[in-house]
Each structure stands twice: as structure tokens, then as C-alpha cells.
């Protein structure tokens, strides 16, 4: 006897499986929708990290938060396989998220103080580690100093030369640290404190006239800031013209005025003195002895003695004494 399948129970059978069908497909359209919208939400925060990253060039990868990574880029829900998802998990272990090294303590203390000099108002120079010569000890490498920047004491003083055709025609350009000082003093920080205090300290300077004449001498004072006030004893060239007798022609004679720092006196006090060839009638019109009298009665103040030498080697009076001994 054969069973006969009422209509009804077919109709019904039908809409059950089309409602299955039905709701199988909705749930994969909302599976689909939402992994369209976590991967539009994370190359979103991605595209935004990046772009932080490129613009604030401040902070280091290394202090960079990985473990915000997992709020950013948040793993997939689990559906209905999740035996099956976690048996795939411990047979292939993701891998652990790359770590950046943390800056060690020297490269911490250059930067600080960069920042301490940029924010001092000062010219800051490049942060560098000094790659081999650093392992050398500190006595080594001030030998290498002396060797390249203090000639012996028969080939002092130290010549700096000017030229009217820069100087004198435009902007002084010895008031930038590559040029006032060894060009090595202005690789790194840490190098130009080690050389400035042996170059400035244990040399003698010669100015020539052409640096006299444009006032280079002060903005290269400026330049060296508080090393400066090392310096011993700078000699500055002055061209005397003179008239002959019969006051036809004129001849031109060499003179020196030498400015005695505080750092080789033991008064602290600055004196000048003048060589023969500077007429004494030109020295008393220009009024440079009560200026150097008026220095020395200052208070130190902030500057010091760097401060000092750039009013004595910049003054006014010294400017009208050079004019005068071209007259």
C-alpha cells in the first residue's frame, strides 16, 4: 500500500527549504558586508597611520605602539567552524609582530642635547655617533687635534685671511661655524666640544688687513660664542699709508695692534698694544685706549669675555683708527 503525500505538506515542505535557502543566502550577504566593511575600516586606519608616520618625522618607529595592531587590524569572527579555526591556528601559529630596537642611551643623550641647544636659541649642529674614532680614548683623540689644528710655536700665530671681494661687498660670512672655526668642529656636537677648546686655547690668532678693515674679526668672535673667551692674544694687521717727503707719492707700511686677552693674563683684564708703525697721533684721535680702559671696567656679565673681545675687535674707535692710518 503505497503512502500518498497530501498538497498541503508538499506547499509546506517547499516553503520550509525556500525559507532555508533564504535565510543561508542573507547570512552570507551579511558575512560578506561585514569583512567588505573591516577591510575598508582597516586600510582606512592603515592609510592614516602611514600618513602620521610620514609627517611627524619627531617621533621614532621605535616608540611606535604594535600593540595598538590588534585594535587596528582586529582578528575575523568565528563562525560556526570554530573547532576547525582553532585546529588551523595551532597547526600554523601566526607570527609574532616585528619589534623595533630602542634607542640606546648615547644616541638618547645626543638628542637631548640638540634639543637643549636648539632651544637655547643657539646654531645646533647635526647629532652623529663618530663612528671608529669614537672607540679611541678621549687622550688619543686629542692628540689627533693638536696634530691637525696647533701648528708648533715657530709657525705661530694662526693666519686667518679675509677677502673685500666677499667681506667687503656684502654679507660677513665669518660668522658661520664652518668658516670661523675647523670645518671637522662642525661634523657633530660631541666633536666640536673636543676640538674648539684646543684650537681656541693653544693658538694665537693673526687677523690679516682685509679682516680688520670689514670687521670680520668681531663676528668671528661672535661666531665661537662663550670659546671665545680661550682665546689669548689676537694680532690684527693695519695698512699705514704714508707721504713721502716731497709729498708726491705715498708709501704703504704694515703695522699690528695686539689685543692681550684675559685668558693669558692672570688680572683679567684686556690690553692693547700698538707697533711702531701706527702713528701715535692716529691712535690718541680714535679714542681706542679709553675704549679698552672703559671694557676692562665692565662687569662680566652675560657673555664674559667672548662679549668683550667682540666690542674691543668691532668697536667704532678701532674702525676710525684704521680710516685715520689710511689718510
Not at 623595533?100 to 640638540?114: A, E, G, I
Not at 645646533?124 to 693638536?146: A, C, H, K, Q, T
Request: proline share 6%; net charge negative.
Amino acid at each position: 500500500m503505497s503512502a500518498t503525500t497530501s498538497p498541503e505538506s508538499s506547499s509546506e515542505s517547499e516553503s520550509a527549504l525556500d525559507r532555508l535557502e533564504r535565510e543561508a543566502e542573507e547570512d552570507g550577504e551579511n558575512d560578506l558586508h561585514d569583512l567588505v566593511t573591516h577591510h575598508h575600516d582597516s586600510g582606512a586606519k592603515l592609510r592614516a597611520w602611514r600618513k602620521a608616520e610620514a609627517t611627524d618625522l619627531s617621533t621614532p618607529r621605535s616608540q611606535m605602539a604594535w600593540e595598538d595592531m590588534d585594535a587596528m587590524f582586529p582578528s575575523i569572527p568565528r563562525g560556526s567552524n570554530d573547532d576547525d579555526d582553532e585546529e588551523m591556528r595551532d597547526a600554523h601559529p601566526l607570527p609574532a609582530a616585528p619589534t623595533k630596537p630602542k634607542p640606546n642611551r648615547w644616541t638618547t643623550h645626543q638628542l637631548r642635547q640638540t634639543e637643549a641647544k636648539h632651544s637655547s636659541g643657539r646654531e645646533s649642529f647635526p647629532v652623529s655617533d663618530m663612528g671608529l674614532f669614537s672607540l679611541l680614548p678621549g687622550e688619543l683623540r686629542n692628540l689627533i687635534y693638536r696634530l691637525a689644528f696647533v701648528p708648533p710655536p715657530q709657525n705661530q700665530p694662526v693666519v686667518i685671511a679675509g677677502s673685500d671681494l666677499i667681506c667687503g661687498r656684502g654679507a660677513c660670512v665669518h660668522h658661520r661655524a664652518p668658516i670661523a672655526a675647523p670645518g671637522m668642529a662642525s661634523t657633530c656636537l660631541q666633536i666640536r666640544n673636543e676640538v674648539l677648546p684646543i684650537y681656541v686655547a693653544e693658538n694665537e690668532f693673526r687677523f690679516d688687513a682685509a679682516m680688520v678693515r670689514n670687521r670680520c674679526v668681531a663676528a668671528w668672535a661672535r661666531c665661537l660664542d662663550s670659546y671665545a673667551g680661550m682665546v689669548r692674544k689676537v694680532t690684527l694687521e693695519v695698512l699705514v699709508l704714508r707721504r713721502d717727503v716731497l709729498g708726491v707719492g705715498t708709501e704703504s707700511e704694515m703695522g699690528e695692534v695686539g689685543v692681550e686677552c684675559p685668558a693669558a693674563r692672570g688680572d683679567g683684564r684686556f690690553e692693547v698694544v700698538f707697533s711702531a708703525g701706527i702713528p701715535r697721533g692716529k691712535i690718541e684721535g680714535s679714542k681706542v685706549l679709553e675704549l679698552v680702559e672703559r671694557v676692562n671696567g665692565e662687569d662680566v656679565g652675560e657673555g664674559g669675555r667672548a662679549r668683550r673681545l667682540a666690542s674691543i675687535v668691532g668697536s667704532d674707535e678701532l674702525a676710525e683708527m684704521i680710516f685715520r692710518c689710511k689718510k
